[in-house]
Every structure is written in C-alpha cells, then in structure tokens.
T-cell receptor
Framework: KNQVEQSPQSLIILEGKNCTLQ??????????LRWYKQDTGRGPVSLTI?????NTKSNGRYTATLDADTKQSSLHITASQLSDSASYIC????????????FGRGTSLIVHP | EAGVTQSPTHLIKTRGQQATLRCSPI?????VYWYQQALGLGLQFLLW???????NRGNFPPRFSGRQFPNYSSELNVNALELEDSALYLC??????????????FGPGTRLTVL
C-alpha cells in the first residue's frame, strides 16, 4: 500500500532558528515528490517539485532534499520567520500515465517571536 | 493575474441533500483537480479533469462526481450527503502537459458542513 509518513507531527521553534521536516514514503512507482505550505484556512502553496534524478531543490529559504534510494525527503527552513507558521505537506506522485497522489498528514510548524 | 477561485466559501446542507461546488481555474490552465480535506485527516485526491474529460478519480464512491465545462471551469457534485462529507473541498489548476509534474495552484476552498 502506498504511504507517506511525515515527522514530526508538530514543531515549535523560535524566530530566526532553522528546522528540518521529514517525509518517508513507500510509494511505487515514483514520479515526483512535492512539498506544500498551507496556512490556516487557505489552500496549499507549492514550494518544490522534485523528480527521481533531483537531489536538492531550493525556493528561497526553503530547501528540499530527496534520497530516492532510501525513499526519504526533507524540507529545511533557514532563518525562520513568523510567517513560516503553517502546515507543511509532503505529496508523492505515482507514475504510470496518470496523476495519482499520496499525501502525508503534514507537519504543523509554529514559529514564536 | 487572478488565481483559482471557488464558490461558495461556505455551504451548509443536511444529510441526504446534494451539494454543488464550483471552481474557476487560472486563465490558460486546462487541468482542474478536486481534493477533500477533512478535519484530522490529510488531503485526499477526488477527481482530475483535463480538456473536459475526467482523467482520473480517487478512492471515493460514485456519489462524488463532477464535470469540466468548455471554459475549463469545473463543478463538483456530492449526492446523498453524509455527515462525514463535512470537510474543506479544495480545487487546484495546472497547465497539463501529460508529465504529471506541473505546478498546481490551489483555490481557497469551500467549507462544506453537513448537519
């Protein structure tokens, strides 16, 4: 069964600190992995999309890594800001000619001043 | 450029009724995706439409259906509403290039409450 597990479930950090969120998956066959940021009451916003051959992708202060061999991804947030408080969702897309996503439950990040 | 829009913002129905949710994609986008986000659960994929055709659907019963119009807008219909259908319904759009790798842009969602 295709699964995406995210950890930690929730995280509290101080403004200015770095943090790393984890995503482990058992989805097969693999097409791409996406990280989204979802503010409370809003729709998700795409942060990164990585294919099998991509190890690292950055979007401003957000850097995602992918290890296709161990089926693990991480999202690193540098110099956190209050606006980074949100839910971060990992999604793995199955290949095979159609769009079949498997979502993680998300990590809830709270950044305190 | 206008983003993805959804209507209504909130919808309250009673069990057994039907709900219709609407989505307008970003101009130029041909693909529309529907998702359900129930409280305490992650996002779940409902339906994918492209060029007016249903391309794929998630693991939901047939009472969840929809369509895409010639202008690429879309509606989601939920028949015979059940209490557990209460959720945030999100619509996303993308430029579909058959790669499955296009960025999806989400709307603000419709909050459906079933009493």
């Amino acid at each position: 069964k295709n699964q995406v597990e995210q950890s930690p479930q929730s995280l509290i950090i101080l403004e200015g600190k770095n943090c790393t969120l984890q995503c482990n998956y058992t989805v097969s066959p693999f097409s791409n992995l996406r990280w989204y940021k979802q503010d409370t009451g809003r729709g998700p916003v795409s942060l990164t999309i990585m294919t099998f051959s991509e190890n690292t992708k950055s979007n401003g202060r957000y850097t995602a890594t992918l290890d296709a061999d161990t089926k693990q991804s991480s999202l690193h947030i540098t110099a956190s800001q209050l606006s980074d408080s949100a839910s971060y969702i990992c999604v793995v897309i199955t290949s095979g000619g159609s769009y079949i996503p498997t979502f993680g439950r998300g990590t809830s990040l709270i950044v305190h001043p | 450029e206008a983003g993805v829009t959804q209507s209504p913002t909130h919808l309250i129905k009673t069990r057994g009724q039907q709900a219709t949710l609407r989505c307008s994609p970003i101009s130029g986008h041909t693909s529309v995706y529907w998702y359900q986000q129930a409280l305490g659960l992650g996002l779940q994929f409902l339906l994918w439409y492209d060029e007016g055709e249903e391309r794929n659907r998630g693991n939901f019963p047939p009472r969840f259906s929809g369509r895409q119009f010639p202008n690429y807008s879309s509606e989601l219909n939920v028949n015979a509403l059940e209490l557990e259908d209460s959720a945030l319904y999100l619509c996303a759009s993308s430029l579909e290039t058959n790669t499955g790798k296009d960025t999806q842009y989400f709307g603000p969602g419709t909050r459906l409450t079933v009493l």
